[in-house]
């Protein structure tokens, strides 16, 4: 049986039925409490949309606190790879139990991800059968991209912003994951944030929300 996951919500901004969806990925030794703020930017561009921020399925394994997707101790490209296909049926379906219970389709959710976060939103929704509105990736890369062209499914749009003083996640790692996505066909955006490390600035909250608002109107 796959884990569920759980994490903070917030409800829609018009206090009607959520006509979006918005899923908050946070990143290595966070919660959902850590993402679920963002809701508070972007409430009035997306006053329709619910947002969900569920806790990673995993203790973190390098802290006593927080949580994880998929282990970080061994960060060679085959462990980590590893470690997200592990992870990813469990996002899968915690998506579809959320789109369930709302009523909606992909085509009215986006995903936001942040690190580790990012690498599991492009992963899963790269694969699914129908693409997702949109996806916002902050401070991650595109894992398994050598195998992206025999088992990419949904070409959703996506929009990558890092900081190019990250000092975790290293900043060439995004036109890498550029690269990967274009060669497949995805429309992608790129944001460089000049001397922003490993986090996520304002000018990458603004246009992450203007581009929640594009993909979802």
Request: net charge negative; proline share 7%.
């Amino acid at each position: 049986m796959l884990l569920k996951l759980e994490g903070p919500s917030e409800p829609p901004a018009s206090g009607g039925l959520p006509r979006q969806l918005v899923i908050l990925l946070h990143g290595l030794g966070a919660d959902g409490n850590d993402l679920i703020g963002l809701a508070a930017y972007w409430r009035q561009l997306l006053p329709d949309a619910a947002f969900v921020a569920p806790n990673a399925p995993f203790p973190c394994d390098m802290a006593p606190y927080g949580y994880q997707w998929f282990s970080l101790q061994d960060r060679t490209p085959s462990m980590v790879e590893a470690g997200v296909r592990a992870a990813a049926p469990i996002l899968d379906a915690f998506i579809d139990e959320r789109l369930a219970a709302l009523g909606l389709d992909e085509s009215r959710l986006a995903l936001v991800g942040f690190s580790q976060g990012t690498m599991m939103s492009l992963f899963v929704a790269l694969r699914r059968a129908r693409p997702v509105a949109g996806v916002v990736g902050y401070s991650g890369a595109c894992v398994a991209a050598e195998t992206l062209a025999a088992e990419i499914r949904a070409r959703p749009r996506v929009l990558l912003v890092h900081g190019e003083a990250d000092e975790v996640v290293p900043f060439e790692m995004m036109a890498a994951a550029e690269a990967a996505l274009r060669d497949n066909g995805v429309m992608v955006e790129t944001v460089g944030r000049p001397g922003l490390g490993h986090g996520i600035d304002e000018v990458g909250l603004m246009r992450g929300g203007a581009f929640l608002a594009e993909v979802l109107r």
